[in-house]
Nanobody, 114 residues
């Protein structure tokens, strides 16, 4: 059964912006840390995380450009992506953090190119 549904990806030129959304099922969203992950060929990495208390953290490559947020009432996770660069091209996934309690969703493709 579907537990995580990512959306909002697309193709944009360098410098563009996208807002990704993640709809989460289940009853423990509000007490769980969440993260956005991305997978490029041969690599998967955490890019941003947010605790149940709304503390956020980012990897250096995206700090200052990406903003992670959550809406507990709607059980939604978001990633605002600004000043996008070709290196950001990947499939983006959401899941709990630091441990991934859900099966991975389909992800949403982000492509940054001229």
């Amino acid at each position: 059964q579907v537990q995580l549904v990512e959306s909002g990806g697309g193709s944009v030129p360098p410098g563009g912006s996208l807002r990704l959304s993640c709809a989460v099922s289940g009853s423990v969203f509000s007490i769980s840390g969440m993260g956005w992950y991305r997978q490029a060929p041969g690599k998967r990495e955490l890019v941003a995380s947010i605790t149940s208390g709304n503390r956020t953290d980012y990897i250096a490559a995206v700090k200052g450009r990406f903003i992670i947020s959550r809406d507990n009432a709607k059980k939604m996770l978001y990633l605002q992506m600004n000043s996008l660069m070709p290196e950001d091209t990947a499939v983006y996934y959401c899941n709990t953090y630091p441990n991934q309690w859900y099966s991975w969703g389909q992800g949403t493709q982000v492509t940054v190119s001229s």
